[in-house]
């Protein structure tokens, strides 16, 4: 049972930065997708950002040329660097990953989530 835990939240004032880490608890480079997920009170489901298992990024629109994904395979980890933040990012943010080469909107393994809230 793959396991994901998700950290490095907090509240910042817009146009601030956060690095959120999703660490897990085996070696997902090579086999797994993974993918930053958000969600907001009265919000859909919003994929932030995904590293397929081959190795492509994706950027949501609205977070694309702020939001950078990047992976450490020597220490199991995932992470998002958000620069430039706004309001609008102010969400729960989701770490997930499957065993597949492409992340659906329905990944298998989450993780438990981190709290980001940017103040204006």
């Known amino acids: 049972q793959v396991q994901l835990v998700d950290s490095g939240g907090g509240s910042v004032q817009s146009g601030g930065s956060l690095r959120l880490s999703c660490a897990a608890s085996?070696?997902?480079?090579?086999?797994?997708?993974m993918v930053w997920f958000r969600q907001a009170p009265g919000k859909e489901r919003l994929g932030v950002a995904s590293?397929?298992?081959?190795?492509?990024?994706r950027y949501a629109a609205s977070v694309k040329g702020r939001f950078t994904i990047s992976q450490d395979n020597a220490k199991n980890t995932l992470y998002l660097q958000m620069n430039s933040l706004k309001p609008e990012d102010t969400a729960m943010y989701y770490c997930a990953a499957d065993l597949r080469r492409v992340c659906t909107i329905n990944p298998k393994y989450w993780g438990q989530g981190t709290q980001v809230t940017v103040s204006s």
């Open positions: 085996e070696s997902m480079y090579g086999n797994y997708c």
């Open positions: 590293i397929d298992s081959d190795g492509t990024i």
